[in-house]
């Protein structure tokens, strides 16, 4: 395939564009993002307005306050640590394609061809899980609205539906606006914390004792008989609780995905990457802590399933339970639509560089710079992956809604796991970028890629005891489909490597010359 040159004297190309043509790409997308905007797209992603609500539950039923209280700072320090050796990566190689890019250059097309199927399908699934918790706490404002509202399952699945709908018109429509969009989704999940913060300390009449929150053990999943002192707690069940941790703070890897389009990107998405897991971290510490405080009506939250909703609505007044709500459910809408965002971007330059089935199609963009195609495409994906959620569970929790966090889990981790190791293996022959960890980069890389494996290890395990199968009383409903969904992918993919994909996926392709070197002289010793 002819490649297109670079600019001419006569046509200038800024540091960015430049960089950009250096590692094979001319300028497609529309570069107008500020560093700013660059965090707040992970920062939107990782939503403490999001994942705080909506995986609550997992973490109550299994550990309890410990797996909040002191779990969240455990798993975020590990999670920094992986954010620290991706800001190293993305400040060498600013790219869309981000994580699979840098596989395939560190490494062989193999791992970038694994790298970037596991990205994409972790990418689709936060997407998925982001969109449907809006879609149960929309489905729970409207009841709290509206008494002919039932709230019922299918009710939330067409509010799904149309809240990815409107996602993926946001996205093709907003073109000139969705920078600024994002901008307005970090204030709102400031404000909008720190509100709900507010709300639990100063509205409900008592609060749980520090020694509740600090030292209390919860074994709600079924597991070990509801011992909270055995190894199956401390070893299985607790570490499920870790979920909450691990699933609300990812998708921070969008910084990568919208570089093509962010200024002086190998310093601001460096910087936005590892800022965007800090300060989520730090923020949604405080606001779960504002939880376990004001959950006084423990048999009223395990009535529940350990949801969220059931503290705010026994702790506090009919009005301020609506407006808390109301603050996450808007919250959770603009996380949606950057994971959307990211997934649109992830989607366009795999397919760019041929990797995915229609290529032509997705790799498309529109006279305003936007992927259309890949947008529709990637939300299409979302909607199929969630149909198991249209059926009940006999375990009263939503184990579909678990399934596709898992799966968004263990696809987005797995695809960071393959460069971080693949930066270890390279040593000194690596090239860093203006950001970079110095010598540091062996020890958090190690650390990285352990903490990887082992939640890799988890989250692919029963949730309930339903869902193992010979075991008494088991339902495919209460099934974790996440090692069947991310197995069934990794083995299709790998099939077709070795069918086919081998003989003739190079891994990224060219699409301009690299520029000539700077003929300007550097002042040095003579």
Same mark, same amino acid.
């Given at each position: 395939m002819a490649t297109t040159p670079v600019p001419t004297a006569e046509q200038p190309m800024d540091d960015d564009a430049r960089r950009l043509a250096e590692l094979g790409y001319k300028q497609e997308l529309r570069r107008k993002w500020s560093g700013f905007s660059n965090f707040a797209i992970s920062f939107s992603i990782i939503s403490i307005l999001a994942g705080c609500f909506t995986t609550f539950g997992q973490a109550w039923n299994n550990g309890g306050p410990v797996a909040i209280s002191w779990g969240w700072p455990l798993i975020s320090l590990f999670i920094l640590i992986i954010g620290f050796c991706m800001a190293e990566l993305v400040s060498a190689y600013p790219t869309a394609g981000g994580i699979?890019?840098?596989? %395939?250059?560190?490494?062989?097309?193999?791992?970038?061809?694994?790298?970037?199927? @596991?990205? @994409?399908?972790?990418?689709?699934?936060?997407?998925? +899980?982001?969109?449907?918790?809006? %879609?149960?706490? @929309?489905? &729970?404002? &409207? +009841?709290? @609205?509206?008494?002919?509202?039932?709230?019922? &399952?299918?009710?939330?699945?067409?509010?799904?539906?149309?809240?990815?709908?409107?996602?993926?018109?946001?996205?093709?429509?907003?073109?000139?606006?969705?920078?600024? &969009?994002?901008n307005v989704s970090v204030w709102w999940h400031v404000a909008g914390a720190a509100a709900v913060v507010a709300i639990l300390v100063l509205v409900p009449d008592n609060h749980q004792s520090f020694q509740f929150v600090f030292t209390e053990r919860f074994n709600n999943s079924g597991f070990g008989d509801g011992n909270t002192g055995g190894l199956t707690f401390w070893f299985y069940v607790l570490p499920l609780g870790f979920l909450l941790t691990q699933y609300t703070i990812t998708g921070f890897d969008a910084c990568a995905h919208v570089s093509e389009e962010t200024r002086g990107a190998s310093q601001a998405a460096a910087r936005g990457l590892w800022q965007s897991i800090f300060y989520s971290a730090v923020g949604g510490w405080i606001l779960l802590l504002a939880f376990l405080f004001a959950a006084t009506d423990v048999e009223a939250v395990n009535a529940a399933g350990g949801f969220s909703g059931a503290i705010f609505e026994s702790a506090l007044t009919p009005v301020f339970f609506k407006i808390v709500i109301i603050i996450s459910t808007i919250g959770q809408f603009f996380c949606g639509m950057s994971c959307v965002t990211s997934m649109s971007r992830m989607a366009y330059a795999f397919s760019r560089d041929r990797a995915v089935p229609g290529w032509r199609l997705w790799s498309r963009v529109d006279r305003n710079g936007t992927p259309v195609n890949a947008i529709i495409g990637a939300t299409v994906a979302g909607l199929v992956l969630t149909l198991p959620a249209l059926y009940e569970s006999s375990a009263g929790i939503p184990i579909a809604f678990y399934a596709v966090v898992s799966v968004a889990v263990l696809g987005l981790y797995l695809s960071f796991l393959i460069p971080i190791a693949l930066r270890l293996r390279m040593g000194d022959r690596f090239v860093p970028g203006p950001w970079t960890l110095g010598r540091k980069y062996k020890l958090l890389g190690w650390i990285a890629v352990v903490e990887i494996v082992v939640i890799a290890v988890y989250f692919v395990l029963p949730i309930v005891p339903a869902g193992v199968p010979g075991n008494d009383g088991f339902t495919w409903s209460a099934v974790n489909y996440a090692p069947l969904a991310v197995g069934g992918v990794l083995l299709v993919v790998a099939v077709w490597w070795y069918a086919s994909a081998r003989k003739w996926f190079a891994g990224p392709v060219r699409t301009v010359e690299a520029p000539a070197a700077d003929p300007t002289p550097v002042d040095g010793p003579a």
């Open positions: 699979y890019w840098w596989a %395939a250059t560190m490494g062989r097309p193999v791992h970038g061809w694994f790298t970037g199927w @596991l990205n @994409l399908i972790g990418l689709v699934a936060v997407t998925a +899980s982001v969109d449907y918790g809006c %879609a149960t706490f @929309l489905n &729970l404002t &409207l +009841s709290a @609205l509206f008494d002919g509202w039932a709230g019922t &399952l299918r009710q939330a699945f067409v509010l799904f539906v149309i809240i990815l709908a409107l996602h993926g018109l946001i996205n093709i429509f907003g073109h000139r606006i969705i920078d600024v &969009l994002q």
